[in-house]
């Protein structure tokens, strides 16, 4: 199965959101980029999530949101992003449907200008360069109001950065820093694939 087949097994008609998305921010030709999980797949090894986070431009933001209405999505308004998500079918539940969100504070903006383009889908998208990317994790995994299971999830896209990725390791946070050193000495090869046969 490719990519996009797995994904749409997962998230329903996500691929073919993602790319009605992207496409609809170049015909615009406004300056965005994706942070974010999906942003993470782009640089270690593939974990799906529901969830595409943005970075636009943000004077250059409402027009994309009213395409986005014309071609039925809604869109929900909250302090830290604006939500949007195509509506959903009868036999579809908006659970299982990918969520578009755009980050509204200000201190992502210049993630958009050092964004590289990287492969999402198959398909050449910006994405926030990895230290950029790094740092936006660091910012949601330390917010102190985020659920536990953001924050969790969070953490794992750090250390999958960081293991696929070994030069930003001094970019984690010192409590995940030390739980990987721990392992390394207890003999796990953090950097590698686990051979030992353990579940």
């Given at each position: 199965?490719?990519e996009?087949?797995?994904?749409?097994?997962?998230?329903?008609?996500?691929?073919?959101?993602?790319?009605?998305?992207?496409?609809?921010l170049?015909?615009?030709?406004?300056?965005?980029?994706?942070?974010?999980?999906?942003?993470?797949n782009?640089?270690?090894?593939?974990?799906?999530?529901?969830?595409?986070?943005?970075v636009?431009?943000s004077?250059?933001?409402?027009?994309?949101?009213a395409?986005?209405?014309?071609?039925?999505?809604?869109?929900?308004?909250?302090?830290?992003?604006?939500?949007?998500?195509?509506?959903?079918?009868?036999?579809?539940?908006?659970?299982?449907?990918?969520?578009?969100?755009?980050?509204?504070?200000?201190?992502?903006?210049?993630f958009v200008?050092?964004?590289?383009?990287?492969?999402i889908?198959?398909?050449?998208?910006?994405?926030?360069?990895?230290?950029?990317?790094?740092?936006?994790?660091?910012?949601?995994?330390?917010d102190?109001?985020?659920?536990?299971?953001?924050?969790?999830?969070?953490?794992?896209?750090?250390?999958?950065?960081?293991?696929?990725?070994?030069?930003?390791?001094?970019?984690?946070?010192?409590?995940?820093?030390?739980?990987?050193?721990?392992?390394?000495?207890?003999?796990?090869?953090?950097?590698?694939?686990?051979?030992?046969?353990?579940?």
């Open positions: 199965m490719t996009r087949e797995i994904y749409d097994g997962v998230i329903v008609n996500g691929t073919k959101d993602f790319i009605f998305v992207a496409e609809t170049r015909r615009h030709g406004t300056g965005w980029c994706v942070i974010g999980g999906l942003a993470v782009a640089y270690a090894p593939a974990v799906y999530t529901a969830d595409l986070d943005l636009v431009i004077t250059e933001l409402e027009p994309i949101l395409d986005l209405r014309a071609a039925d999505f809604r869109i929900k308004e909250f302090p830290f992003s604006i939500n949007a998500q195509r509506r959903a079918g009868r036999t579809e539940t908006s659970a299982n449907m990918l969520m578009v969100q755009f980050t509204r504070p200000d201190r992502y903006q210049p200008e050092r964004a590289v383009l990287r492969q889908f198959g398909i050449d998208v910006p994405v926030a360069a990895l230290e950029d990317l790094m740092q936006g994790k660091l910012w949601a995994w330390s102190p109001t985020r659920r536990a299971g953001k924050h969790l999830k969070d953490g794992s896209d750090l250390v999958r950065l960081a293991e696929a990725h070994p030069e930003v390791f001094p970019m984690l946070p010192s409590v995940l820093r030390e739980e990987i050193e721990k392992r390394r000495q207890e003999g796990e090869n953090p950097w590698g694939d686990d051979d030992s046969g353990k579940p």
